[in-house]
């Protein structure tokens, strides 16, 4: 199967970064495994400078790391490097690719001197990038600019499947707040699907091009899933990490307020695995959605970092995990998504999709629960109620409250009693669901997929 090379939006920034800092900083692009960051690299090299080296340090043999150690005569150290891998380096005009640089920390502490050289452009990529073993022993350089990668959002899959006029009339139609129509919401909606049973891992959506059979991206996305388990398994080798990911599907499925860590892991809470949850946020191929004790603008001031929702960095993923067990022929999920016919208690999955695609367009996540004593009876006699925000923005000075439903809706409960106890806060309210866009008094109800444009 020949790999393709997607546009991808992280190319402008890396641009940007070329012109600003000409030559004062590195360029670091972190992100998960497999999300294309190697790809992306060679070819902005390929592209934008007249040669480069790439060192590949999972397979960098001795010579080269011992190169290193002579880090402080910076003559012999690129005149070696060139002869080592036969290519010439102009000044200026030439960059060099430290690839998965993790795997390898004398080489990320020689940015420091080798970027006060000036004479040549660097570019690291990585991943847990924070891990203790990946950063022991050496000092971090301050002279990186540092920029995060996540699988192809929504815009980006459309480019890879020749649809890229299709996010234009998306785009305009969120800014002018126009409708649709319910013909052109559909056709939307199910391309949208096709992205979430996807995902937006390179390899997956090559798998579809290559192939257009749903078996073989599901395939491509265990293998994926295979990898990211066995490196969980590595930064801890109890097998914590890699129970609190694999359990993620089922955990959102319960509609609880929060990740429940005592009920995957026995005698467990949050705070008592604070490092370790750490390691995983840093693996990028999580998202977590912290709780907002108080929701006003600064969410981060106000969160509670032991409640947290936990959701998979990519929804492709997610749909294949929460099926690991099973062969993909029974993987419902697959089946009702294609069909439009996902059930209520399937909406997780949806809210999966929200997460990422809120995540990668540069935004955090926070959510907020709350409870409301209602009268039920002539008596007085009371009941309580829980709400939940499913998700919290800070735009201005002023906050957006989201909720998310997986299909059409008859009310939005949560969000007229936020409104109610927080009316002053409020910029805007929005309703995320699978229906054309219309306005209900004074909230946005959108599209799905329109939620990479806030």
Not at 307 to 314: E, G, P
């Amino acid at each position: 199967m020949s790999e393709k090379i997607f546009k991808r939006k992280i190319y402008e920034r890396m641009l940007q970064w070329k012109q600003e800092s000409d030559g004062q900083t590195a360029l670091l692009i972190k992100g998960a495994r497999r999300i294309g960051k190697s790809t992306i690299a060679e070819e902005f090299a390929r592209r934008e400078y007249d040669s480069y080296i790439n060192i590949d340090f999972s397979i960098a043999d001795a010579a080269v790391k011992e190169l290193f150690s002579h880090i402080s005569d910076l003559d012999y150290f690129f005149l070696r490097i060139q002869s080592l891998f036969n290519v010439s380096l102009h000044e200026r005009k030439s960059v060099i690719i430290f690839d998965e640089v993790q795997l390898y920390p004398p080489a990320r502490q020689a940015i420091k001197h080798l970027v006060k050289d000036r004479r040549y452009d660097y570019i690291e990529t990585g991943s847990l990038l924070s891990i203790k073993k990946n950063v022991k022993g050496i000092v971090i350089p301050s002279e990186e600019t540092r920029i995060s990668m996540y699988p192809l959002d929504f815009e980006e899959f459309l480019w890879a499947v020749n649809k890229s006029q299709t996010y234009d009339l998306i785009r305009y139609s969120y800014q002018n707040l126009k409708s649709l129509g319910d013909a052109v919401n559909r056709d939307l909606m199910r391309n949208f699907r096709l992205y979430m049973l996807i995902g937006g891992m390179p390899q997956a959506v090559n798998a579809y091009l290559e192939s257009n059979d749903f078996s073989a991206i599901d395939a491509v996305k265990r293998n994926i899933l295979e990898l990211y388990i066995d490196d969980f398994r590595k930064i801890d080798p109890t097998g914590r990490a890699s129970r609190l990911f694999t359990s993620i599907p089922a955990e959102l499925s319960r509609n609880s307020k929060r990740y429940q860590v005592g009920s995957v892991i026995e005698n467990a809470t949050a705070s008592r695995l604070g490092e370790l949850l750490m390691d995983m946020a840093d693996s990028m191929t999580v998202n977590f959605s912290y709780h907002a004790n108080d929701p006003s603008v600064g969410f981060s001031l106000h969160a509670d970092y032991d409640c947290f929702k936990l959701f998979l960095a990519d929804t492709g993923l997610f749909v294949t995990l929460a099926f690991m067990d099973r062969d993909y022929t029974e993987n419902v999920i697959y089946q009702k998504l294609l069909s439009d016919k996902l059930a209520v208690d399937l909406g997780y999955v949806y809210e999966n999709a929200i997460a990422q695609m809120l995540k990668s367009a540069g935004n955090e996540l926070f959510y907020y629960t709350f409870q409301e004593e209602i009268v039920k009876d002539e008596d007085g006699n009371k009941t309580v109620r829980n709400y939940e925000v499913d998700f919290l923005l800070s735009r201005k000075d002023k906050i957006c409250p989201i909720e998310v439903k997986s299909s059409g809706y008859k009310s939005h409960k949560s969000l007229d009693v936020f409104q109610e106890k927080f009316s002053s806060r409020i910029l805007q309210r929005y309703l995320l669901y699978t229906k054309d866009v219309r306005k209900d008094k004074d909230i946005f109800c959108l599209p799905a997929y329109m939620t990479g444009l806030f």
